[in-house]
């Protein structure tokens, strides 16, 4: 049985920072790509990033592009996001989800793992 468990959420002030975990089980995390996602109320889910399977290869949604940084540990079966700078556009819900596929990793579509999500409320 998969399992993605995100922690790290919490409520933070603009400029603050903030380190999210997805720990994985019950998958060979080091053959999947790894992705962030984010959903803000009343919004679709959005990508936010998405880490190769070495952690060699990165791609990042513009929003969070110089702020954000995404690494991995496939010994701990564990991804990590680190945000910075953050802003109150950033609040929302973040999910991280696990592809077994070879392309099109920006689209939720193609990841057939998800967390149960963790919040992340940026405010004064």
């Known amino acids: 049985q998969v399992q993605l468990v995100e922690s790290g959420g919490g409520l933070v002030q603009p400029g603050g920072s903030l380190r999210l975990s997805c720990a994985a089980s019950?998958?060979?995390?080091?053959?999947?790509?790894m992705g962030w996602f984010r959903q803000a109320p009343g919004k679709e889910r959005e990508f936010v990033v998405f880490?190769?399977?070495?952690?060699?290869?990165?791609d990042y949604a513009d929003s969070v592009k110089g702020r954000f940084t995404i690494s991995r540990d496939n010994a701990k079966n564990t991804v990590y996001l680190q945000m910075n700078r953050l802003k109150p556009e950033d609040t929302a819900v973040y999910y991280c989800?696990?592809?077994?596929?070879?392309?099109?990793?920006?689209?939720?579509?193609?990841?057939?793992?998800w967390g149960q999500g963790t919040q992340v409320t940026v405010s004064s």
């Open positions: 989800a696990a592809s077994p596929k070879a392309y099109g990793f920006t689209k939720a579509t193609q990841y057939d793992y």
């Open positions: 019950g998958l060979t995390f080091s053959s999947y790509v």
């Open positions: 880490i190769s399977w070495s952690g060699g290869s990165t």
